[in-house]
């Protein structure tokens, strides 16, 4: 099997398993200290490649030229955003991937890094919970009777 076509194969069966619960448009909390967001998905890439070239001054000047012209925002950690829209892409070494937010009640749309806002655990697994146990053939299926005859 090509390196391709295992590539393909584990990200056709992880895509909808990252995805699927984050893009319902349900609030979920910020979860990062540092979390921005720009409405410019192109903005962002450029703030994230300063940030991952080192070129810390520019990204300082990127993000506050950002913030100033509106294109920008900071998030808080806990706050609640509406996840509209997920982008999923393999990494080198990992897969990573951008989220669109909006905070409730406002109409500006943020593109995000994925990892800032929290996931939402899966239905499936909430439904599977542990099955309740039955008896071992040595544990009584019924409490035993209290002794009458004292």
């Given at each position: 099997?090509?390196?391709?076509?295992?590539?393909?194969?584990?990200?056709?069966?992880?895509?909808?398993?990252?995805?699927?619960?984050?893009?319902?448009?349900?609030?979920?909390?910020?979860?990062?200290?540092?979390?921005?967001g720009?409405?410019?998905?192109?903005?962002?890439?450029?703030?994230?490649?300063?940030?991952?070239?080192?070129?810390?001054?520019?990204?300082?000047?990127?993000?506050?030229?950002?913030?100033?012209?509106?294109?920008?925002?900071?998030?808080?950690?806990?706050?609640?955003?509406?996840?509209?829209?997920?982008?999923?892409?393999?990494?080198?070494?990992?897969?990573?991937?951008?989220?669109?937010?909006?905070?409730?009640g406002?109409?500006?749309?943020y593109?995000?890094?994925?990892?800032?806002?929290?996931?939402?655990?899966?239905?499936?697994?909430?439904?599977?919970?542990?099955?309740?146990?039955?008896?071992?053939?040595?544990?009584?299926?019924?409490?035993?009777?209290?002794?009458?005859?004292?």
């Amino acid at each position: 099997m090509t390196r391709h076509r295992s590539v393909y194969l584990l990200l056709s069966t992880l895509l909808p398993l990252l995805t699927a619960p984050l893009v319902a448009e349900t609030a979920r909390p910020i979860v990062s200290e540092h979390a921005f967001g720009c409405k410019s998905e192109q903005y962002l890439s450029d703030l994230v490649r300063f940030a991952a070239e080192k070129d810390f001054e520019r990204f300082k000047k990127g993000l506050v030229t950002g913030i100033t012209l509106e294109e920008c925002t900071l998030f808080k950690k806990g706050e609640e955003v509406l996840v509209l829209d997920t982008k999923i892409f393999e990494e080198p070494k990992n897969l990573a991937g951008l989220a669109r937010v909006r905070r409730e009640g406002e109409a500006e749309e943020y593109w995000t890094d994925i990892a800032s806002v929290k996931r939402q655990k899966p239905e499936a697994a909430e439904d599977q919970a542990a099955p309740e146990r039955s008896p071992r053939p040595s544990e009584p299926s019924e409490p035993p009777p209290e002794d009458l005859g004292r």
